[in-house]
């Protein structure tokens, strides 16, 4: 059965900080993984695909990462700002299936 | 930007009432999805949905719930007699397709179960 895991729970940094968020999954033969962006009381939003031959994936500020042999992949948010505060979801989709399976997320507070 | 849509936003039952929540999926897409979030829980799948018929379930999706797409735009998730756990964020999502393309999620209907 399919565990994704998020490390940290809970992540504060003053603004303008670069810094890194962990994703790690315990199935190796996935078929893609997404972040996604969750504020309070909100919907998910997506932001970022990484397909399982992918390597990487940018989008403005934001960069993912996956390494499937080692089940993990990394967010890296670039100059931080009080607006990225949130909490920032990944999730695996095994090959075969349709569903994503989640992580609990990481709450994000970006200081100014 | 096309966007995943839900009614309502926030739906108030008492326990054993019949509830029908209501998506309606980005307009060109194909797959369909309901998952839910029980408060500080992960997010949790409950069904998928293509071509008229269920094509993927999880155990939590037990009798008590049923998905209907009703006419070519609304998709709906019944839950038949509420229990108090059913208290949860629901989420509709939908993809163009199944072969690992971005599932795109709706801000979720908030189902309180008194």
């Known amino acids: 059965k399919q565990e994704v895991t998020q490390i940290p729970a809970a992540l504060s940094v003053p603004e303008g900080e670069n810094l890194v968020l962990n994703c790690s999954f315990t199935?190796?033969?996935?078929?893609?993984l997404q972040w996604f962006r969750q504020d309070p009381g909100k919907g998910l939003t997506s932001l970022l695909l990484i397909q399982s031959s992918q390597r990487e994936q940018t989008s403005g500020r934001l960069n993912a990462s996956l390494d499937k042999s080692s089940g993990r992949s990394t967010l890296y948010i670039a100059a931080s700002q009080p607006g990225d505060s949130a909490t920032y979801l990944c999730a695996v989709r095994r090959g075969g299936a349709q569903k994503l399976v989640f992580g609990q997320g990481t709450r994000l507070t970006i200081n100014p | 930007e096309p966007e995943v849509t839900q009614t309502p936003s926030h739906q108030v039952t008492q326990m054993g009432q019949e509830v029908i929540l209501r998506c309606v999926p980005i307009s060109n897409h194909l797959y369909f999805y309901w998952y839910r979030q029980i408060l500080g829980q992960k997010v949790e799948f409950l069904v998928s949905f293509y071509n008229n018929e269920i094509s993927e379930k999880s155990e939590i999706f037990d009798d008590q719930f049923s998905v209907e797409r009703p006419d070519g735009s609304n998709f709906t998730l019944k839950i038949r007699s509420t229990k108090l756990e059913d208290s949860a964020m629901y989420f509709c999502?939908?993809?163009?397709?199944?072969?690992?393309?971005?599932?795109?999620f709706g801000p979720g209907t908030r189902l309180t179960v008194l």
């Open positions: 199935d190796s033969a996935i078929y893609n």
């Open positions: 999502a939908s993809s163009v397709d199944n072969r690992g393309d971005t599932q795109y």
